[in-house]
Each structure stands twice: as structure tokens, then as C-alpha cells.
Nanobody, 130 residues
């Protein structure tokens, strides 16, 4: 069992930056791949970014590529999402999730569906004003 707690959300103007954190407790954090997802009001949850167990591999949704960066510190049981050049359309509740394979891809596919992740946090709200 892994418990995940997100923090760092808030209100920011368009063009600004935020860093989200997700702290894990429970079973070995370093064996899990980690992902960030988001859900805006009235929309389905969507994949944002993922990072492998050792941080060697990362993957991003096209909508955030070049603006967001995912990283992790296994010594602190924490995964981060650095967000820059924020846009109003980035407004959403952001969730972190843990994926037990430790990898971010299988064959030619990436783990980008929520159903492929085993544990979830409760989310943190990010609001970007125009």
C-alpha cells in the first residue's frame, strides 16, 4: 500500500510558475513509476507526465511538453512537477499516482491511462488566471 499526498497548488497568473510536490509513504517508493494527471471541471482526467522508478525515463503529454518537468527524489519519497509558462487551460485538480511496474512504458506504449496506475493521491488545485 502506498499513500500519496500532493501539495503546492494555488492561484497563479498566466505565464507564472508553480511546483507541485507529492510525498509518498508506505511501501517502497523507489520501486514505483510515478505519474501526474489532471482533471478540469466538466472534463475527463488526463495524463500530464510520468517518470520511471529511477528517474531515467520521463514522458509528457503534448500539451505540457517544454513547459512542465517531472522529477523525483527517492531519498525524500517525493515526486515533483515543475510547471512554467502556465496557461488558463492548465487550471485543474492535479493528482499524483504510483505505478507498480516501475517503468513508464511497455513495448511501444506509455503508461498514460489512469487505469494503469495503482495508487492515487487526493489532488491539489491549480488555478491559472488570465
Amino acid at each position: 500500500q502506498v499513500q500519496l499526498v500532493e501539495s503546492g497548488g494555488g492561484l497563479v497568473q498566466a505565464g507564472g510558475s508553480l511546483r507541485l510536490s507529492c510525498v509518498a509513504s508506505g511501501r517502497s517508493f523507489s520501486s514505483y513509476a510515478m505519474g501526474w494527471f489532471r482533471q478540469a471541471p466538466g472534463k475527463e482526467r488526463e495524463f500530464v507526465a510520468a517518470i520511471s522508478w529511477n528517474g531515467a525515463d520521463t514522458y509528457y503529454a503534448d500539451s505540457v511538453k517544454g513547459r512542465f518537468a517531472i522529477s523525483r527524489d527517492n531519498a525524500k519519497n517525493t515526486v515533483y512537477l515543475q510547471m512554467a509558462s502556465l496557461r488558463p487551460e492548465d487550471t485543474a485538480v492535479y493528482y499524483c499516482a504510483a505505478q507498480s511496474s516501475g517503468r513508464i512504458y511497455y513495448g511501444r506504449n506509455y503508461y498514460s491511462r489512469g487505469s494503469e496506475y495503482n495508487y492515487w493521491g487526493l489532488g491539489t488545485q491549480v488555478t491559472v488566471s488570465s
